[in-house]
């Protein structure tokens, strides 16, 4: 087949840390990284640089179906959910979620809401859009603020946990003015944090759990998955931040958190392959943080490779099986299509 692989560059960010530019520029390894799995299947492979032409490059271009890996147009991260919508007005199949599913998830409050309209657990909450607007005093202490569209841990920090209004309203600010959006301030889980890697369509499959667990941190900092102990290998935070897959969990408790990821899957209609975070309490009550399709499928060090490696699915592999999803998904909406056509007849 002639598979384009989507993929776009952030060379100047608009908004944030300069910092941020670590997480947003990782992606060019796993191009050539998926780029040299599908040659390898025996794919030809073009690669399509995300640019304000895209569009009319994809009206121009023949291609049997898209790899896409694009996170958004330049540094607009919300437009990530425009590169599927243009796929499907220019009529290539993909692989990994539509539009919707992108919008929806790029708003970790909406998701939230609608997780919890399906009976689905994810910590109580409030959004803010200016530090003045009135608390809800409902909610407990401590807090965990965040911006409301970042990903890849992007504005966690340390200081992000908060423990009274004041913390509050002073780390709700400083998210709303540098990352020039809502804040989302939700009750802080303490406890374990676990991650779901899920693929595949009708009959999704949960991946073996990957736990993250935060060895050693000092008194003083909190057990979460920040920015430095995702991306700064020097940092202590990622020195002591240890994946490990599977995680060793209670047997009910492992089979109720792949339930309520798969559910979570299904509920967001995510397509191919997707990845929910979870945290687990001390009573063992389990909330989703976010979910996240077409998540970081980067070769090394990613939870989604790990996971299918403890499932025994090489890397290779892995970039097959999502090509694979697609093109049997795009199948069965042709069947779809074609017996509505017939019952219009
Ligand atoms: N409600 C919460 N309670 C405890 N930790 C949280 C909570 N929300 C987020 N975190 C921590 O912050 C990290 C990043 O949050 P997440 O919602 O997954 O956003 P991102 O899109 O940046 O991955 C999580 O991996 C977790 O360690
Ligand atoms: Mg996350």
Redesign the pocket.
Known sequence: MKVGIIYNVVSEIARGNPIDIIAEQDILNTVHCVEDALRAAGHEVKLIHVDDNLYENLRAVKLDLVFNLGEGIGSNILAEAYIPAMLDMVGIPYTGSNFLTLSVCLD?AKTKQILLSMGLPT?R?QIFKSPADELDLSLKFP??V?PIH???????TNE??VKDEEQLRKRIAYVIETYKQNALA??????R?VNVSIIGNRDPIALPIEE?QFTNFSESA?????YQ??WIPNSEEFQKTIPVCPAQLPKNVENRIKRLALAAYKVMECQDYARI?I?IDKDNNS?I??V?PNPDIGPVDTAFTRAAAANSISYNELITKILDYAIERQHSEKRVEEKIRLIEI
């Open positions: 970790k910590a909450f807090m965990i965040k970042e990903d890849a841990s992007i504005g966690i992000s946990v939700e009750e802080f889980i303490e406890g944090e993250l909190y057990k979460i998955c920040s102990a995702k975070d945290r909330y943080l976010e996240n």
